[in-house]
């Protein structure tokens, strides 16, 4: 990532990186749960839908054309363990968010994934500077 413009998480700024209970490590422990699944890329969609204006369905290709970002970043795991500075690449979510054309009344994101794996963020958390889906 050498002479490449990176966003730094604002996380990686402050005093006290690690959060209560957390263990830092320098490797990358298993973060997934069961098999991992053998997902077939040529019908793999990204679906933006729910409180938008018009839903919009993107193939593989067409989500890995979207403009991409770098950012450096802290992970913490809710099994207990952080790793800190790691290089991120991957879609922005507020290419994402332009995509979407959010309606007014819309207050949160659901992000769903494959195996029924969900999670859910504010609006305001999930559009800012260092939010991505990433992809490397």
Request: charged share 20%; glycine share 6%; with cysteine.
């Amino acid at each position: 990532m050498t002479d490449e413009i990176v966003i730094k998480s604002p996380d990686t700024e402050r005093k006290d990186r690690t959060p209560p209970g957390q263990t830092i490590t320098e490797k990358w422990p298993v973060l997934h749960f069961g098999v991992v699944p053998d997902i077939d890329i040529s019908s793999w969609t990204f679906t933006v839908s729910g409180l938008v204006k018009e839903e919009r369905k993107l193939s593989y290709p067409e989500f890995l054309s979207l403009p991409q970002v770098k950012i450096l970043s802290d992970i913490h795991c809710v099994t207990g363990w952080s790793k800190l500075n790691n290089a991120w690449e991957g879609v922005s979510a507020n290419v994402i968010k332009e995509l979407a054309n959010l309606l007014p009344q819309a207050k949160f994101i659901i992000v769903r994934s494959v195996g029924g794996f969900t999670t859910n963020l504010s609006v305001s958390d999930f559009f800012q500077s260092d939010v991505l889906f990433a992809v490397k």
